[in-house]
C-alpha cells in the first residue's frame, strides 16, 4: 500500500514571497503519477500541477514548480511571488496507473495562508 | 454539466437516520469516485465506478455504506443507519477514463454530513 506524509500542518508567508511545501510517500511502485492539488474554502479540489515517475525533468505551471527526488521518494511544491488567492489547503497525492481506476492516496494537508 | 454537482451540500441527521446523498459528474465522464474527508483530514477513497459498473468498493468503511451508478451517470451514495463517525465531507470527482495517465480528477464542492 502506498502511504503519502506531510509533515507541515500550517504554513504562513508574506504576499509575494516564496514558500515550499513538503511532501514524502512511500512506494514499491516504479511508474506512478504524484500530485498537488489546492482546496479552498469552497471546498472543491483543484488540480495544482502532475509529475510522473518515469520523467525526470520537474514539472512546472506558471509560478508553481515541484521538487522531485524519486530515490528520496520526495515530493515539495514551490509556489513563487505568493498571492492571496493562493491561501488554502495543500495535498499531496499519490497514484498507481490503472486504467480507468486513477485512484489517489492523499496526505494530510497543509494549511497554507499569505498574509496581506 | 459544466463540472461537478452534489447535493445537498449540508445534511445533518440524528444516530439511525438514513441518507443519501447524489453526484451529478460532468457530461461524458466514464469514471466516478466517492471520497470521505474527516474534518483535518485528507480524502480517503471509498468506491470507484467506470459507467455503471463498481469496480472497486475497497475504501467502503462498513456494509452501512452502499453507493450506485444505475445508468452510469448521475452517482448516489447511501448510507444507512448512520453514526457519529460518519460526520465528514462526501467529495465526488469524475474523469475520461481515457485520460488515465495524467490522472487528473475534477471534484464536485462535497456534502457535508454532520450526524447527531
Known amino acids: 500500500a502506498q502511504t503519502v506524509t506531510q509533515s507541515q500542518p500550517e504554513m504562513s508567508v508574506q504576499e509575494a514571497e516564496t514558500v515550499t511545501l513538503s511532501c514524502t510517500y512511500d512506494?514499491?511502485?516504479?511508474?506512478?503519477?504524484l500530485f498537488w492539488y489546492k482546496q479552498p474554502p469552497s471546498r472543491q479540489m483543484i488540480l495544482v500541477i502532475r509529475q510522473e515517475a518515469y520523467k525526470q525533468q520537474n514539472a512546472t505551471e506558471n509560478r508553481f514548480s515541484v521538487n522531485f527526488q524519486k530515490a528520496a521518494k520526495s515530493f515539495s511544491l514551490k509556489i513563487s511571488d505568493s498571492q492571496l488567492g493562493d491561501t488554502a489547503m495543500y495535498f499531496c497525492?499519490?497514484?498507481?496507473?490503472?486504467?480507468?481506476?486513477?485512484?489517489?492516496?492523499f496526505g494530510t494537508g497543509t494549511r497554507l495562508t499569505i498574509i496581506p | 454539466g459544466a463540472g461537478v454537482s452534489q447535493s445537498p451540500r449540508y445534511k445533518v441527521a440524528k444516530r439511525g437516520q438514513d441518507v443519501a446523498l447524489r453526484c451529478d459528474p460532468i457530461s461524458g465522464h466514464v469514471s466516478l469516485f466517492w471520497y470521505q474527508q474527516a474534518l483535518g483530514q485528507g480524502p480517503e477513497f471509498l468506491t470507484y465506478f467506470q459507467n455503471e459498473a463498481q469496480l472497486d468498493k475497497s475504501g467502503l468503511p462498513s456494509d452501512r455504506f452502499f453507493a450506485e451508478r444505475p445508468e452510469g451517470s448521475v452517482s448516489t451514495l447511501k448510507i444507512q443507519r448512520t453514526q457519529q463517525e460518519d460526520s465528514a465531507v462526501y467529495l465526488c470527482a469524475s474523469s475520461l477514463v481515457r485520460q488515465s495517465n495524467t490522472g487528473e480528477l475534477f471534484f464536485g464542492e462535497g456534502s457535508r454530513l454532520t450526524v447527531l
Open positions: 512506494t514499491s511502485e516504479s511508474n506512478y503519477y
Open positions: 497525492a499519490f497514484m498507481f496507473p490503472n486504467f480507468g481506476n486513477e485512484k489517489l492516496t
